[in-house]
């Protein structure tokens, strides 16, 4: 069910009896930037250098049921790529381009071909000194924003630092994520369509006020467990909360439920700033999508970290762990390397679902007084 909590969106959930406690006042309401306020800074587009041709490998045929996933070498190190192909060597499918088939051998080789590629552009290009152009939204998008900005999901997901709406360069974006399926990307480049986007509609794409069109599925429910399955793997436990009155669903005299909120994130594109660097912290797919589909600049809610640690509390794990990859190097891995496929290697992995198990125990025992 959807519940009122915005983009926390409930897709089951399950109750236990536990003791309740009060809950939290709503966090301040962040706030908006307006178009004086967004930072605007003017840059010369960039061009790819000339670079050592890369072998041509067999095309990826895909059969079906199964998704190309795409990975951004150069950046990734030669022994995390090797455990990631033999992760998912049991899951590729013989005999497709992919390599599934390959030998440690070839993954190494086609890892170095793509590294030194990769440090060919480096050299040349770095990544610009002050920051990538952000202009101010248009005026089709502010009347979108200012409804996105006053849905309730915006004040739980965005209350950790200050935030701004800007239109962020796709082509500057730092990518924190070596692999992307492109499958997806395909997928929203259909749903964009050919035709001209309006800023309204993009706005829609990337500031969705709706829940994602996603099934979460209970696949079976013991004593002290519930597993579930959906095809997006973002499915996840969003939190645990005592609720408001009782939910009578069990025997004898209910007196506090507790609720496992089960579902998906805020499926919102955003942008962490991080002194002159933009990194991509959500909505990949739909990004590239849009940057093979010819779109320069895109609507997102721009966290704005002053600190490192303000970025661990907003970005991956990947990212606050590997501050080196992404800021002190003078050429991080950017979006628009998924596009360069000397750069990338192709994996036909079948189709994936995501499973969620969530276990819970009750432990009792007397308190003083």
């Given at each position: 069910m959807i519940c009122e909590n915005g983009f926390a969106f409930e897709a089951n959930a399950?109750?236990?009896?536990?003791?309740?406690?009060?809950?939290?006042?709503?966090p301040p309401k962040p706030p908006i930037a307006s178009a004086d306020s967004a930072p605007v800074v003017f840059v010369e587009p960039l061009s790819l250098p000339p670079t050592p041709p890369r072998a041509q490998t067999a095309a990826l045929v895909l059969p079906e049921r199964c998704d190309e996933i795409l990975h951004l070498m150069g950046t990734t190190g030669l022994a995390d790529f090797l455990a990631f192909a033999r992760e998912f060597a049991d899951l590729t499918v013989p005999g497709t381009g992919a390599v599934g088939g390959s030998t440690p051998m070839d993954l190494s080789e086609a890892w170095r071909?793509?590294?030194?590629?990769y440090q060919a552009v480096a050299i040349?290009?770095?990544?610009?000194?002050?920051?990538?152009?952000v202009f101010p939204l248009p005026d089709g998008m502010k009347a979108h924003c200012e409804a996105f900005l006053g849905t309730p999901h915006v004040q739980r997901e965005f209350d950790q630092v200050p935030v701004a709406f800007g239109m962020v360069p796709l082509a500057h974006l730092i990518v924190a994520l070596p692999r992307i399926n492109m499958t997806t990307v395909a997928a929203h480049g259909q749903a964009i369509g050919a035709g001209t986007i309006t800023d309204l509609a993009l706005a829609q794409l990337c500031l969705p006020l709706q829940a994602p069109s996603h099934a979460l599925q209970l696949l079976e429910q013991r004593g002290d467990s519930a597993t579930f399955a959906s095809d997006n793997h973002d499915a996840r436990l969003l939190q645990a909360r005592a609720l408001e009155g009782v939910v009578p669903i069990g025997r004898g005299h209910v007196a506090q439920t507790l609720a496992l909120e089960i579902g998906f994130p805020g499926n919102v594109l955003t942008v962490v700033r991080y002194q002159n660097r933009l990194i991509l912290n959500n909505g990949y797919h739909r990004a590239l999508a849009l940057l093979k589909r010819g779109v320069t600049h895109v609507p997102a809610v721009i966290q704005v970290c002053r600190h490192w640690d303000h970025v661990g509390l907003v970005g991956g794990a990947d990212l606050y762990n590997n501050k080196a990859a992404y800021i002190a190097c003078e050429r991080p891995p950017l979006l628009r390397d998924?596009?360069?496929?000397?750069?990338?290697?192709?994996?036909?992995?079948?189709?994936?679902r995501r499973y969620l198990r969530i276990r819970y125990e009750i432990e009792t025992g007397y308190l003083a007084g």
């Amino acid at each position: 069910m959807i519940c009122e909590n915005g983009f926390a969106f409930e897709a089951n959930a399950i109750f236990v009896q536990v003791e309740s406690r009060p809950m939290l006042p709503p966090p301040p309401k962040p706030p908006i930037a307006s178009a004086d306020s967004a930072p605007v800074v003017f840059v010369e587009p960039l061009s790819l250098p000339p670079t050592p041709p890369r072998a041509q490998t067999a095309a990826l045929v895909l059969p079906e049921r199964c998704d190309e996933i795409l990975h951004l070498m150069g950046t990734t190190g030669l022994a995390d790529f090797l455990a990631f192909a033999r992760e998912f060597a049991d899951l590729t499918v013989p005999g497709t381009g992919a390599v599934g088939g390959s030998t440690p051998m070839d993954l190494s080789e086609a890892w170095r071909e793509a590294a030194d590629i990769y440090q060919a552009v480096a050299i040349a290009e770095a990544y610009p000194e002050e920051l990538p152009g952000v202009f101010p939204l248009p005026d089709g998008m502010k009347a979108h924003c200012e409804a996105f900005l006053g849905t309730p999901h915006v004040q739980r997901e965005f209350d950790q630092v200050p935030v701004a709406f800007g239109m962020v360069p796709l082509a500057h974006l730092i990518v924190a994520l070596p692999r992307i399926n492109m499958t997806t990307v395909a997928a929203h480049g259909q749903a964009i369509g050919a035709g001209t986007i309006t800023d309204l509609a993009l706005a829609q794409l990337c500031l969705p006020l709706q829940a994602p069109s996603h099934a979460l599925q209970l696949l079976e429910q013991r004593g002290d467990s519930a597993t579930f399955a959906s095809d997006n793997h973002d499915a996840r436990l969003l939190q645990a909360r005592a609720l408001e009155g009782v939910v009578p669903i069990g025997r004898g005299h209910v007196a506090q439920t507790l609720a496992l909120e089960i579902g998906f994130p805020g499926n919102v594109l955003t942008v962490v700033r991080y002194q002159n660097r933009l990194i991509l912290n959500n909505g990949y797919h739909r990004a590239l999508a849009l940057l093979k589909r010819g779109v320069t600049h895109v609507p997102a809610v721009i966290q704005v970290c002053r600190h490192w640690d303000h970025v661990g509390l907003v970005g991956g794990a990947d990212l606050y762990n590997n501050k080196a990859a992404y800021i002190a190097c003078e050429r991080p891995p950017l979006l628009r390397d998924f596009l360069d496929r000397r750069l990338c290697v192709s994996f036909a992995v079948p189709r994936l679902r995501r499973y969620l198990r969530i276990r819970y125990e009750i432990e009792t025992g007397y308190l003083a007084g």
